[in-house]
């Protein structure tokens, strides 16, 4: 068996003719706007990212706190954040409102860098080179620590379209793929008690406002569906929050379906 691990950086320079590095700046402004952000820079003074955090105001009075760091890791402010939200009546709120920024933003950013790449990636190369040198009956485990989806579309080479989440093991024999933290695509559903009748707005926002209000109070299922658009509030009728991570220093908030039984062990869906 093959095991092939991503982190941040594979998404950070996965446009073979934009790498990072010292003439960032002098390349296209959009291009440089829209890369996928390594962990420090999720919360950065970014136009775009400052315009997608403007949605979940419940996060907006942490944001310095995130964006400030000093000589810390940003996985570091976050994990102290979070655990600070267990005693204070307004932290489960806020931390909601960072994943929903994160599935949000870099939802956006990943479509936007894809648009910019023009199908040419990295990721996709390397599932080519790795599919001509596989022995016939080799299984490649693909594991990344990434919520974007840019890993997708070179899957899709290899016949693996995902359309369900438990696509990523049992679509295809060769192919295992796990999302350690999550997708920004993917939901867990919340139980419709939670929500009053809100199936029917409109927009998404009044949805998502909601489920933050009372982040502290949901039922968030082990369910795992797959959105098509974002920011995701309901899908198939059902309303979703976020199946995404927080980044935190100790690693140990994993967010995958507990159907995914192909690595040693049962892996825990992520909570709120």
């Known amino acids: 068996m093959l095991m092939v691990i991503f982190g941040a950086g594979a998404s950070y320079d996965s446009i073979p003719s934009n790498p990072p590095g010292p003439n960032d700046f002098s390349r296209r402004i959009v291009a440089n706007s829209y890369r996928p952000p390594l962990a420090n820079q999720l919360f950065e003074e970014r136009t775009f990212f400052a315009e997608t955090l403007e949605k979940y105001k419940a996060c907006l009075a942490i944001v310095p706190r995130l964006r400030h760091l000093g000589n810390r890791p940003l996985e570091e402010v976050l994990e102290e954040l979070q655990t600070e939200a267990e005693n204070y009546p307004r932290g489960p709120q806020q931390m909601a409102a960072v994943r929903y920024y994160l599935h949000d933003m870099l939802w956006a950013c990943g479509d936007a860098w894809l648009r910019e790449a023009h199908g040419v990636t990295n990721y996709r190369t390397l599932l080519d080179e790795i599919d001509r040198c596989r022995k016939t009956d080799e299984i490649v485990s693909l594991v990344t620590f990434n919520y974007d989806t840019l890993l997708e579309p070179g899957l899709e080479d290899l016949g693996l379209k995902i359309e369900h989440?438990?696509?990523?093991?049992?679509?295809?024999?060769?192919?295992?793929?796990?999302?350690?933290?999550?997708?920004?695509?993917?939901?867990?559903?919340?139980?419709?008690?939670?929500?009053?009748?809100?199936?029917?707005?409109?927009?998404?926002?009044?949805t998502i406002d909601r489920i933050i209000g009372r982040a502290n109070k949901l039922q968030i299922t082990q369910s795992f569906v797959i959105s098509q658009t974002h920011p995701m509030a309901w899908v198939d009728g059902q309303p979703v929050f976020p199946a995404i991570a927080i980044p935190v220093q100790k690693k140990n908030d994993i967010c995958m379906p507990s159907t995914s039984n192909c690595m040693a062990g049962e892996v825990a869906p992520c909570g709120h």
């Open 165 to 206: 989440v438990s696509d990523y093991v049992d679509k295809n024999p060769h192919y295992k793929v796990f999302k350690v933290h999550g997708s920004v695509n993917w939901g867990q559903v919340v139980g419709k008690a939670d929500l009053e009748q809100s199936r029917h707005d409109h927009h998404p926002l009044p």
